[in-house]
């Protein structure tokens, strides 16, 4: 089967600036997943969906960070205005159904914020 | 979902068994563990998880204590390509608000 795709691989920015991030998930994966990972450290979960619907996005800085899955498929991350501690790679995963077992991660963009 | 602790990095031998420990001390009894591994410049690849009994499957073996306060990954024969950073955690499945929660994990370094 065909992976979690994530667009762009890599982003330089300024800060100030706005960017997003685009990804794909397995087909018919229900759950999908944003994290942030910064250099040096474990992935931080951002925000759950379960289909179009927000299940948990307790660690979403919502001043700046938003993210949406229309129609339950793909999803969008953007960050307005990005800020230098910003920089990191950011992954997107997929699993079948809410608390699987396993999680589907995609390879990630990695943002860098000048 | 319960705190676990493995060394920041750890080296083996290039076609010797990679032996990675977690403690996880306070784990509840439906907690399970589960291991991830993040290759460079890729996301994180699920490896295994168990809850009580030892697991394998074609990439690794898990063994749980029998107080399941800790746990051992063994990858029974490593290869250069098994350089990687591995994580442990432990999580409730079937709960929609237990999400992978990753600490620091272990870098392991395979030599030749």
């Known amino acids: 089967e065909a992976g979690v795709a994530q667009s762009p691989r890599y982003k330089i920015i300024e800060k100030r600036q706005s960017v997003a991030f685009w990804c794909n998930p397995i087909s018919g994966h229900a759950t999908l997943y944003w994290y942030q990972q910064i250099l040096g450290q474990g992935p931080k979960l951002l925000i759950q969906f379960q289909n179009n619907g927000v299940v948990d996005d307790s660690q979403l800085p919502k001043d700046r960070f938003s993210a949406e899955r229309l129609k339950g498929v793909d999803s969008t991350l953007k960050i307005q205005p990005a800020k230098l501690e910003d920089s990191a790679v950011y992954l997107c995963?997929?699993?079948?159904?809410?608390?699987?077992?396993?999680?589907?991660f995609g390879s990630g963009t990695r943002l860098t914020v000048v | 979902d319960a705190k676990t602790t493995q060394p920041p990095s750890m080296d083996c031998a290039e076609g010797r068994a990679a032996n990675l420990p977690c403690n996880h001390s306070t784990i509840s009894g439906n907690e399970y563990v589960y291991w991830y591994r993040q290759i460079h410049s890729q996301g994180p690849q699920y490896i295994i998880h168990?809850?009580?009994n030892n697991e394998t499957n074609e990439m690794a073996s898990l063994i749980i204590t029998e107080d399941r306060k800790s746990s051992t990954l063994i990858l029974p024969h490593a290869t250069l390509r098994d350089t990687a950073v591995y994580y442990c955690i432990v999580r409730v499945v079937g709960n929609a608000g237990n999400m992978l929660t990753f600490g620091g994990g272990t870098r392991l370094m395979v030599k030749p």
């Open positions: 168990g809850l009580k």
């Open positions: 995963a997929s699993s079948l159904v809410l608390g699987d077992y396993g999680y589907t």
